[in-house]
C-alpha cells in the first residue's frame, strides 16, 4: 500500500502553498479533499474525488480503491489541527501518512490579533456542539472559536449572551490568508453582523455580567446550577469525589445512578477530552441528566439505562466507576468492579446503614481508603445563623489491583 500525502492549503490557495507542497500535488495520481478545495489548485492529469457526506465512514472504502496509486489529500491549513491528517493517521497508522502543513487558522487568528499562540485556548465547533465552549468562560480570558459555518457566530453571540456573558468583545475573522479576509467586530449582546463565510473563527475577550456566576473547570459547582428534582451529589461532597476519582485527560467514567448527572458532568468539564457515561434508570432523570450536560457545556456526555443491566453496551472499557446510586443493590458492586480493568479507581458513597455495611466489607476485602464526610452549612435561624447538617456520607475509594495485591 502506498503511502498518503495529506498538504494543507490555506484560503491563499495555490500561491500559497511552498514548492514542495505544490510538488507533492503536481505528483499525486489521484486529489482528494472538499469541492472547494480542490477548486484551489490547477488542473492536471490526477483523478479529482471529492469528498462524500458523511465523510469519515467512507474513507475505508476510499483508501482502499485507491490503494494501489500515489493519493494526495488536501486539508485545511494544519491537516494535524482539527483537521482530516489526524483522522487518517487514526485510521491508516502514522507510518502510511505523511504530512505537509500549512499554517493553521487559529495561528493566523493568533497573528491577526497580535495574541501569543501557545497562550490562547482554540476550540473547535465544526463538528461539536456550540454549548461545549461554556466551560472555558471566565471573566478575562481569550479564546478562539472554529466556526462550523457561517451561521456560528449569531449562534455563539446568543449562546454567549444567554449565559452571561453577552459583554464579550467578538472579533470575526472570515477566510484568513485570502484575497477575500474580513474582519467583523462587537459585543455579544448586541451583535448584528451579516454572515460573511463558512471559513471563519470567532475571537472571543471574555466578560462576564456582573450577576453571572463563576463556573471554573474545578469541581464543586453550585447546587443551584443543576435542574432536577434535587437528586444529585451535592457541592461539597461532589469536589470530595471527583478529587478521589482523580480524572485525566482522555478518560472515561462510568457514573452508575446518575440523578441530575453531576459527577458526570463534573469529571467531563475538568478537561475537554474526559468522557462520560451517566447511568440512570428513571427515564424523567435521564432528560434533566442531557439538559444538565448542555446547559454546562458538556453536550457529549452519554446517557445509558439502568445499571448495572446497560453496562454491556456501553462500548468503551471505563478508567474510573463512581456508584452513587443503587450500592446495595444485589450484584450492583460486584458488576462495577469486574467491569474496571487492573489500575481503574473505583468510588462509592454511602448514605445508609445498609449501604455503608456493604462498604465496610468490600474495604476489607478489597482495601483501598475509607473516609466519612460531616458537612454543615450556615442557615438562617430566625434573627441569627445556625449551622444545619447535611446527611453524612461515607466513601470508599479503591483502585484495582491484580489479585491477590491489596491496595
Known sequence: MTEIVVVGIGADGWDGLSPAAQREVGAAEVLMGSSRQLDLVPDSDAKRVAWPSPLVPALPRLMAEYADRSVCVLASGDPMFHGIGVTLTDLLGADRVRIVPHPSSAAL????????????????VV??????????LREGGRLLVLGRDQDTPAQLSA?????????TRMTVLAELGGENESRAEG?????????????????????ADIDAGRLGR???????VYSGDGQMTKQEIRA???CAL????????????????TIAIEWMRTHPRCRAVSFERESDRCDQIRSNAVELGVPDLIVGGEAPAAFSSAGSVPDAIFVGG???????????????????RLVANAVTAESEALLLAWYAAQGGQLRKFQVYRGEPLGEFTSWRPQLPVVQWSVTKREKGERR
Open 240 to 242: 470530595l469525589t471527583l
Open 326 to 344: 443503587g450500592v446495595t443493590q444485589d450484584g450492583m458492586l460486584d458488576r462495577c468492579w469486574a467491569a474496571l480493568p487492573d489500575g481503574g
Open 109 to 124: 487568528a493568533c497573528a491577526r490579533m497580535g495574541w501569543p499562540a501557545h497562550e490562547t485556548p482554540v476550540r473547535s
Open 187 to 207: 459585543l455579544a449582546r448586541t451583535w448584528s453582523h451579516e454572515p460573511s463565510t463558512a471559513l471563519n473563527v470567532m475571537v472571543l475577550e471574555c466578560s
Open 159 to 167: 449562546l454567549l449572551t444567554a449565559h452571561g456573558f453577552g459583554g
Open 127 to 136: 463538528s461539536r456542539a456550540l454549548e461545549s465552549v461554556l466551560p472555558d
Open 218 to 224: 474545578l469541581p464543586g459547582l453550585p447546587d443551584s
Open 246 to 261: 482523580a480524572p485525566a485527560p482522555g478518560e472515561l467514567l462510568w457514573d452508575v445512578g446518575g440523578g441530575s448527572g
